[in-house]
């Protein structure tokens, strides 16, 4: 039986409350689509929030607010814009337990990947806190006497965010800290699986570091009300969406058809080789690619899909790969001994029991599996997997591994980027040299040499290639996807006209 969550509490004071409906121009309130939607815990079933759901009308006002309020904190002092970030970070640690403790129950996070979650947000905020510094213009040159050229760095205006149930709170928030670092205001749509702590948590964190109203607006409402109108709106100046190939295809269709034509970053599907090469150290291979498979349910856009490995070193990769793997404790997420929780919902779920049995029907040998308890899967294995097997060539999500067998380099390159997706990748061998090489190789985003294919940091340029998506997250190259270049001519001497 479903009950209603009373929260906990934390080393700052009382605990956030009041999640129950939208955060519009610095109010909580129910939205206007009036529908409840049910926040549950995918392990335990339990209701953790009731949200009163929003319309077009709920977008329309945050869409307005924040472009009334963008316009004086874009010309606030660098200074100021950089302290709320500072203390918004503050209060990232003065909260972490209860920070931690929303991502473990609504998006199902094992307690390591919910700690590494909060410290991606925290790190986000504290290099956030530097962009209002690092805003540069230019001086150009101009092969016209009396005449001076400039190029000045702005804030586009209003950022609409669409964000996944994954990394809810980071995915949502690399997006949120510099956009709002660089004078821009920001329109949330959280998924309806994590909508606390995409959206409403973070809310609740820029209202208590003191950032002012309308620049944060959350709107969660159904997709068939407000998806489409979220990025046809004309107010927003670029849509920035993590998700699926598919929707992300449909949302930059969008951008490009309504009454003002809107940038896009999107971030989307993944099916990240991993290349084990035949002088790889297998041990630390074996432990990294468990991890790039099976954290958080492998629910990670870089999760890896396909494990390649020579064939030198192939036998023994798989023995001490499965015997890592069966040693995985799942269950639980609040249990610090579990490493894979529940899937996200019921359609996750039937998705993976169906690759699964799909697996089996193509030819590939299960080594390690079991049945679903409840929404969670047990680790899966597969051997004498090929790279046209629907498990091979379509993005898991789940806890389910194929292991390619190649024979030498070139086949595993070849192999690596038969893919119509292009984020992340890696590569494991001693020589670092050869890593590199190899690296260069990829038709990828992102290639990590003897490291997971999960690897992440708040400052890299993150972002995919071919279906993987376009744009870049992260450091400078976030900068510049948040802001405009605005060429300024002055002209310092009446010129002489031709009539």
Partial sequence: MEKKSDGMRNDSGQSYSGFNGQYIDGTWRPGKQGEILKDTDPYSGETLAEIVMGNKSDLDEAYQSAAKAQVAWAARLPSERAEIM????????????????????????????????????????????????????????????????????????????????????????????????????????????????????????YEEA???????????????DIGDAFTL?????????????????HIGQLAMSGPRIKRVALELGGNA???????????????????????????????????IVDAKVYDEFVDRFVEHVRGLKYGNPHDPAVAIGPVINQKQLKSHITHIEGARAAGAHQLVGGAPEGQVVPPHVFVNVTNDMQVAREEMFGPIASIIKV???????????????????????????????????????????????????????????????????????????????HWITIQHSKPSYPF
């Fill in 273 to 307: 080789p991993c290349v084990i090469l035949d002088d790889a150290d297998i041990g630390h291979a074996v432990r990294a690619t468990v991890i790039g498979r099976y954290l958080h349910q492998g629910q990670i856009c870089m999760s890896t899909n396909r494990i």
């Fill in 86 to 205: 500072l203390r918004a970070a503050a209060i990232m640690q003065a909260r972490r337990e209860e920070i931690v403790d929303w991502l473990i129950r609504e998006a199902g996070g094992i307690r390591y990947k919910a700690e590494l979650e909060w410290q991606f947000v925290r790190a986000t905020m504290l290099e956030a806190a530097s962009f209002p510094h690092r805003v540069e213009g230019r001086i150009l040159p101009l092969d016209e006497a009396g005449k001076e050229s400039r190029a000045y760095r702005q804030p586009l205006g209003v950022i609409g965010v669409i964000s996944p149930w994954n990394f809810p709170m980071h995915l949502s928030h690399r997006s949120i800290g510099p956009a709002l670092a660089l004078g821009n205001s920001v329109v949330v749509k959280p998924a309806e699986d994590t909508p606390v702590t995409g959206g409403l948590l973070i809310a609740k964190i």
């Fill in 407 to 485: 024979n030498g380099e070139a086949e595993a390159l070849r192999m690596a980027n038969d893919t119509q997706y292009g984020l992340s990748s890696a590569v494991f061998t001693r020589d670092e040299e050869r890593g590199l090489r190899f690296a260069l190789g990829v038709q990828a985003g992102m290639t990590h040499i003897n490291d997971s294919t999960v690897d992440d940091t708040t400052t890299g340029p993150f972002g995919g290639e071919k279906n993987s998506g376009i744009g870049r997250f992260g450091g400078e190259w976030i900068l510049n996807e948040f802001t405009r270049d």
């Fill in 210 to 224: 003191g950032l002012p109203p309308g620049l944060l607006n959350i709107v969660i409402g159904p997709v068939e």
């Fill in 233 to 249: 709106h004309p107010v927003p100046s670029l849509i920035s969406f993590t998700g699926s190939t598919r929707v992300g295809r």
